[in-house]
């Protein structure tokens, strides 16, 4: 599969060095930004696909309304296995546990 480019925002003064760890990556979803429940990361910065994959999935699931949410038909489409793996693990994991699991996503 060949990776399409995550959903980007311009963002001039955003300083993307000091959020790079040694793969040259940002770490997490640093200065990413969800505009109409996508996130967005800014133009010209290196983003983990399997993380922005994960993030999306835990935004799309965690934000949609009703009890049983379903994967976003572009998102799926835009990430691909990773997204749905992920989105498919939130579904079976216990409240606490996606709350832990969101907090802690955000740290690395």
């Given at each position: 599969?060949?990776?399409?480019?995550?959903?980007?925002?311009?963002?001039?003064?955003?300083?993307?060095?000091?959020a790079?760890?040694?793969?040259?990556?940002?770490?997490?979803?640093?200065?990413?930004?969800?505009?109409?429940?996508?996130?967005?990361?800014?133009?010209?910065?290196?983003?983990?696909?399997?993380?922005?994959?994960?993030?999306?999935?835990?935004?799309?699931?965690?934000?949609?309304?009703?009890?049983?949410?379903?994967?976003?038909?572009?998102?799926?489409?835009?990430?691909?296995?990773?997204?749905?793996?992920?989105?498919?693990?939130?579904?079976?994991?216990?409240?606490?546990r996606?709350?832990?699991?969101?907090?802690?996503?955000h740290?690395?």
């Amino acid at each position: 599969m060949t990776e399409k480019d995550v959903p980007r925002y311009e963002s001039p003064n955003f300083q993307g060095f000091e959020a790079v760890n040694a793969t040259g990556y940002i770490l997490g979803c640093h200065g990413g930004k969800v505009i109409h429940g996508v996130v967005h990361y800014p133009v010209g910065v290196q983003v983990d696909w399997e993380k922005a994959a994960c993030v999306q999935a835990l935004i799309d699931y965690s934000y949609q309304p009703g009890n049983n949410p379903v994967p976003v038909p572009a998102m799926k489409e835009l990430y691909g296995q990773p997204y749905i793996e992920r989105f498919e693990r939130l579904k079976n994991e216990p409240a606490i546990r996606r709350t832990l699991d969101g907090t802690l996503h955000h740290m690395k």
